[in-house]
């Protein structure tokens, strides 16, 4: 199974930018849809954006729209979620997933985790 890490988290102020990042072992990473999505206290876990394995973008949230930007690289086995104008809604832990499977919030496999803080 892939080993997915996320790295890249941290605490921030309102209006800031943060980006993440996720390696993913093995050699299968470019034949895989990517995604990120996030997990506020009390709350559901949900994508937040999603990516194909060419790079084009499958999804965005609309709370995130105009203000986020998912991307990959293939030869790294690595993708991405830049945040800009951040929001302290925006709190959570993000968690970089493989195949992810939007209406039943799942997907193959998931990272570790880390944490975004944004305060007011």
């Known amino acids: 199974q892939v080993q997915l890490e996320e790295s890249g988290g941290g605490l921030v102020q309102a209006g800031a930018s943060l980006g993440l990042s996720c390696a993913a072992s093995g050699s299968t990473f470019s034949l895989h849809p990517m995604g990120w999505a996030r997990q506020a206290p009390g709350a559901e876990r949900e994508f937040v954006a999603t990516i194909s394995t060419t790079g084009m973008v499958l999804y965005y949230a609309d709370s995130v729209k105009g203000r986020f930007t998912i991307s990959r690289d293939n030869a790294k086995n690595t993708v991405y979620l830049q945040m800009n104008n951040l929001k302290p809604e925006d709190t959570a832990v993000y968690y970089c997933?493989?195949?992810?499977?939007?209406?039943?919030?799942?997907?193959?496999?998931w990272g570790q985790g880390t944490q975004v803080t944004v305060a007011s």
């Open positions: 997933a493989e195949n992810p499977i939007l209406r039943a919030k799942k997907a193959g496999s």
